[in-house]
């Protein structure tokens, strides 16, 4: 298979207006032909879903939550990035284009992440425009903090809740046109398969959550915009209900699976205490625009924090990266947090945690100040720690968060397979190895807003496409699968919890798939898995009726999908023989302990396709061109 | 420091929107006080799973607060006894070893049982729909700072902003009550000059909207601030009755908006 990028010709910054000039268009009246699904509400979906409804196509939209405003862009925190420059230092769309490459290590498409740039500007304006109440100076115009990975102040901010304000303000567009008829919404529905008519996509089973009921629906074209897998991991600070079932069902249908390994593991969360525990909670990264990060310099110190003076501390990021200090991208920042405890200087009840101390941003701007910028985040961590922030440094350890794999889509945000587009998290495009603070809402509401508007009229006008209804037989085989499959989940009545056998895939990725991966580490997993996969369908235990609202069903569906996931990722980690951003192999290190990566060898966006259940995917390789900027070593000291 | 307590729960379980609901007791032990109060209810899962029963059905997703997925009335307070706390923000070391919780659903004749503590929301999305936006259409919107908005009306609009949408001020409102959500949405927009041109026609599609559904009328019990896990403050009901009064007088003055249509709850 020949992977296309469908890069436009030109010159980087004049691509994507050429593309636009030159993108055929579907008239007004042709519009209200075409049906367009939409699964997922989040930042890409509802922005996507309001969009396309505003041009007049006809859109159903679909989401797991009983409203689309749960979506779980609802809990990003920090920021979004904007080239505005309104801070006069320095900034452009050019700059915050080569900070995004670099930060993602040079593994994403050149192309892709200009244009991600050039569009942050209109996301902000498009956004005010909406009522998002943005962060604002006593002059009236709009303030801006600093995010990992940039030297410029760039982002824009809603307290911590910038991710609820953003996605409100999507979820209101979305909801406008529920009311003008153009969108109809379909809640509490969980797709379980793609339909491929023709090699093209065409439609989606879904479960219907409340009844559950399997739901048919025909479309000309289908847009996922499910989210990320952080969830493979068990503990993780997506949502319960993030999945990968989505994305690995059309996967199964032969769209192409990118990069799966680059998973990104957040420096800032609040560490694990109990085995009880159901998810991790980030602590936005933006407090590492005040708060210094500090280990003992005494191994074992168990001194309380107030007790350790200022000699005997070590901050370790300043001292290790002294120009971007404590703002460092996170996979630097998550690195030297395991090292630091790995080494025996951990901090707190497990030894797995380091400060984040915000002493000396208190006393230079006072309590007030701070409470503006970060109060939901201190009332946060007060009641899941049982500790105030105002008197004692936070104590936090990486986490799961993000994932910068996904399906491979093109520049066009469109799979290999014609008619399905996949937009923010869900797709691999523009991140490459590590995503920078602050982009994730960029890039949702870019893909969504942006450019998929533009992309799926090129798509449609281009295409002939026959009539389908959801009684052909493409549903009814489906369909039958996904009863087949629930059937057998019900019938097992093992002994083991779904819950059970989750933490078990969750713990043993941590282990050998998560911050440092080795080549045993690797080949052990590929063994484990497949038993683990094994034991669940021999042993799990799913109570309650397929017929009816059921939980334990909905968890078991999306659990059995990890299993099956969580090999291809292990096997693209083994692959790819470099470290570059968060994929970390101890194997290809330099010698202070920096990731070494090999762009001889793997400057290419591994696409893995399915090939049947037992047999191994095959790997194609798209290879990156750099025509703009040189790869170059990636240093933030 | 953590320490574990044991409790007894008298939890609401009802198998559909047609069926007869019944108080059943479990006994939650060994409780981590720095679990959750929704870890809490997992653990009582797991021992129903593995006793063959089903497990409690419960509504949550991002467990930290913001979603506003979940939420139920323990022990007469709706999402809890702490303050501008959600379920699954509240953690157990606020609760003592031996104590009986009550657990049932949100209680509204707006929000049917759908199962055991799930209840049907949609009534909020459909008071959003009906005009709780700025009708913008994507693309070119003027630079955003062409429109500077003082710092304490940018505040005072994202104060109101913060609502979840978790339906906890119903719950908690003796007549059932949405005015503290429909008052939080038209606050926010009406404070930021982005949301004046609509200013009029939203609070009175909004306000129709939310009698259809039958939600109940203010009147001043300001349960619903007690109970509102983001503490939007009833000040916002006040701003939305002044609001819907001069748009009504608009109406009779002008005859104004006769276009406004109410939702179907098919919507």
């Known amino acids: ?637 | 420091m953590a320490k574990t307590i044991s409790l007894t729960l008298k939890v609401w379980r009802q198998k559909g929107p047609n069926e007869p609901g019944r108080f059943e007791t479990y006994e939650a032990r060994n409780i981590s006080t720095d679990a959750s109060f929704l870890e809490m209810l997992d653990i009582v899962n797991k021992e129903l799973t593995l006793q063959g029963k089903e497990p409690i059905a419960f509504d949550h997703d991002c467990r930290e607060g913001i979603c506003g997925s979940c939420g139920a009335v323990v022990n007469g307070h709706a999402h809890g006894h702490e303050r501008e706390t959600t379920l699954c923000q509240l953690h157990m070391r606020k609760f003592r070893d031996g104590d009986v919780l009550v657990i049932e659903p949100w209680r509204s004749r707006v929000f049917p049982v759908i199962k055991d503590l799930i209840v049907d929301r949609s009534a909020l999305d459909r008071i959003i729909a009906s005009g709780g936006y700025i009708s913008v259409r994507t693309g070119q919107a003027p630079d955003a700072h062409a429109l500077p908005v003082s710092k304490e009306h940018a505040d005072a609009a994202f104060e109101a902003a913060q609502c979840i949408g978790c339906g906890a001020c119903v719950a908690a409102c003796p007549n059932g009550s949405a005015m503290l959500f429909v008052a939080a949405k038209v606050s926010h927009l009406s404070l930021l000059p982005q949301g004046r041109p609509e200013r009029w026609r939203r609070v009175q599609k909004m306000v129709r909207q939310m009698d259809a559904e039958g939600f109940g009328a203010c009147s001043n019990h300001y349960e619903c601030e007690a109970a509102c896990p983001k503490g939007i403050r009833v000040a916002n009901i006040a701003r939305l009755n002044r609001e819907h009064l001069l748009a009504a007088f608009r109406a009779r003055l002008f005859g104004e908006y006769p276009d406004i249509k109410v939702l179907p709850p098919s919507v």
Not at chain 1, 439 to 460: C, E, H, K, R, W
Not at chain 1, 535 to 550: I, Y
Not at chain 1, 592 to 612: I, K, L, P
Request: net charge neutral; hydrophobic share 40%.
């Open chain 1, 1 to 637: 298979m020949m992977l296309d990028s469908k890069v436009p010709a030109g010159p980087l910054a004049e691509k994507w207006s050429r593309y636009k000039a030159e993108v055929r268009l579907v008239s007004p009246a042709n519009k209200r032909k075409y049906t367009i699904l939409v699964v997922g509400t989040g930042l890409a979906g509802a922005s996507a879903a309001a969009t396309l409804a505003e041009l007049g196509y006809n859109v159903q939209v679909f989401c797991i939550q009983d409203s689309p405003r749960r979506a779980h862009s609802i809990a990003a925190q920090g920021g979004i990035n904007a080239a505005k420059n309104y801070q006069n230092d320095g900034d452009s769309v050019y700059r915050l284009f080569y900070d995004t490459i670099k930060g993602g290590d040079f593994r994403a498409r050149e192309a892709n992440v200009y244009r991600l740039a050039e569009l942050s500007c209109n996301i902000i304006d498009q956004c005010v425009a909406q009522g998002v109440p943005f962060a604002r100076e006593y002059g009236g115009l709009l303030d801006n903090r600093s995010f990992g990975g940039a030297q410029v102040s760039r982002t824009f901010y809603a307290r911590g809740q910038t991710g609820q304000q953003l996605l409100l303000g999507a979820y209101g567009a979305l909801m406008k046109e529920v009311n003008s008829g153009q969108v109809k919404m379909f809640p509490r529905r969980e797709m379980l398969d793609l339909i491929v008519v023709n090699g093209k996509a065409r439609g989606i089973v879904c479960r219907n959550l409340i009844t559950g009921a399997l739901e048919s629906y025909a479309g000309h074209a289908v847009v996922l915009a499910t989210g990320g897998y952080s969830n493979v991991f068990y503990l993780s600070t997506n949502a319960k209900a993030s999945n990968v079932t989505a994305i690995w069902r059309a996967y199964k249908r032969g769209a192409l699976m990118a990069n799966p390994c680059f998973t990104q593991i957040h420096p800032t969360c609040i560490p694990v205490h109990g085995d009880y525990q159901s998810k991790l909670t980030l602590m936005s990264e933006s407090l590492r625009n005040d708060g210094r990060i500090w280990v003992p310099k005494k191994k074992g110190d168990s001194r309380p924090p107030s007790e350790i003076p200022e000699e005997e501390r070590d901050y370790y990021l300043e001292r290790r990266y002294p120009s971007y200090g404590n703002l460092v991208p996170r996979d630097v920042a998550s690195r030297a947090a395991k090292a630091v405890c790995d080494a025996g200087y951990g901090v707190g009840p497990t030894k797995m945690a380091v400060y984040l101390d915000l002493r000396d941003a208190f006393e230079r701007l006072g309590r007030q100040t701070l409470d503006d910028l970060y109060g939901n985040l201190f009332a946060i961590y007060e009641k899941i720690v049982g500790e105030s922030p105002y008197s004692t440094p936070m104590m936090i350890y990486p986490a799961p968060h993000y994932t910068m794999g996904g399906l491979w889509v093109n520049y066009e945000l469109m799979s290999n397979l014609p008619g399905l587009f996949v937009l923010g998290e869900a797709n691999f495009s523009d991140h490459g190895a590590n995503r920078l603070g602050a982009s994730a809402l960029m890039q949702g509401l870019a893909d969504g807003y942006f450019i998929v508007p533009y992309t799926m009229g090129n798509y449609l006008a281009s295409q002939s496409l026959e009539p389908v209804t959801p009684d052909r037989e493409e549903f009814r085989q489906a369909t039958l699968l996904a009863e087949e499959r629930t059937k057998k989940l019900l019938s097992i009545k093992g002994k083991k919890t779904v819950d059970e056998f989750h933490r078990e895939l969750g713990l043993l990725l941590w282990d050998y798939c998560g911050m440092a991966r080795n080549r045993t580490g690797l080949e052990m997993l590929l063994k484990k898995i497949p038993e683990l996969r094994a034991a669940f369908w021999e042993n799990v235990l799913v109570p309650g009726e397929a017929e009816t609202l059921n939980q334990s069903l909905e968890k078991a569906g999306r659990v059995a999908d990890f299993l099956e996931f969580a090999e291809l990722m292990a096997r693209d980690a083994l692959h790819r023989e470099e470290s570059c951003g968060c994929h970390f192999r101890e194997e290809y290190q330099t010698p202070d302990g920096e990731a070494q990566r090999n762009d001889a060898e793997y400057a290419y966006v591994a696409a893995w396709e399915y090939q049947g259940d037992d047999v191994a995917p095959q790997l194609h390789k798209e290879p990156l061109v750099f025509e703009e900027v040189h790869p170059a070593a990636r240093s933030y000291k």
